[in-house]
């Protein structure tokens, strides 16, 4: 069974610092993805990563995957107010049958203090 | 990115009544659609599986008879609350892929469910 750990789990941070969350999965996967979440609302996706190495920005934003090491992180620059949210981590794999299934972590909650 | 509509956004209901969730990709052939459900700060919890014209796959513990889930085209499946009790309140979310061309996941907005 696909485990999905990720951490911290609360995180809270001043303007302008930077953080990393991890995200550390049990079995070997071919995509890694990471989704942003407010409150009350659904998830918005922000990175998919493909390949060992890969690793892509959005603004403040960097996502890197290491598949040896079933680790993924998604690190934060310069934070800003306006990144607070629900953070999580999500694993892809083949499921019993056919279907392609999302394994989630538990999700961090980053709140970015003025 | 592909849309996916979910509606209603927010329902209250009382017990033991049903409540229907429709999720339609817009834009898009969903050969398959997830469902899932969230509760308050809590991560997401895969409840079913529902590929186009077949039955669905449920979870361990989710109950099929009251969580009735349909596929009927490859553009709508609809979630079915049988019997909502207080305990069934929670946030679902659905989720729509097309495996012939991805594996990316297109989310629908969620809805609240709120049974009284």
């Known amino acids: 069974e696909l485990k999905v750990e990720q951490n911290p789990l609360f995180l809270s941070m001043q303007e302008g610092k930077n953080y990393t969350i991890y995200c550390n999965y049990s079995?070997?996967?071919?995509?890694l993805y990471w989704y942003r979440q407010d409150p009350g609302k659904s998830l918005e996706s922000l990175f998919v990563l493909l390949s060992n190495g890969a690793v892509k920005q959005e603004g403040r934003l960097m996502a890197s995957l290491d598949t040896k090491a079933r680790l993924s992180t998604l690190h934060i620059t310069a934070a800003v107010h306006d990144l607070s949210a629900t953070y999580f981590c999500a694993v892809g794999g083949w499921g019993g049958g056919s279907n392609y299934k999302l394994t989630f972590g538990k999700g961090t909650l980053l709140t970015v203090n003025p | 990115g592909a849309v996916v509509s979910q509606h209603p956004s927010r329902v209250i209901c009382k017990s033991g009544t049903s409540v229907k969730i429709e999720c339609r990709s817009l834009?898009?052939?969903?050969?398959?659609m997830f469902w899932y459900r969230q509760f308050p700060k809590q991560s997401l919890m895969l409840m079913a599986t529902s590929n186009e014209g077949s039955k669905a796959t449920y979870e361990q513990g989710v109950e099929k008879d009251k969580f009735l889930i349909n596929h009927a085209s490859l553009t709508l499946s609809t979630l079915t609350v049988t019997s909502a009790h207080p305990e069934d309140s929670s946030f679902y979310i659905c989720s729509a892929h097309n495996h012939r061309v991805g594996t990316e996941a297109f989310f629908g907005q969620g809805t609240r469910l709120t049974v009284v």
């Open positions: 834009d898009f052939q969903a050969t398959t």
């Open positions: 079995t070997t996967s071919d995509r």
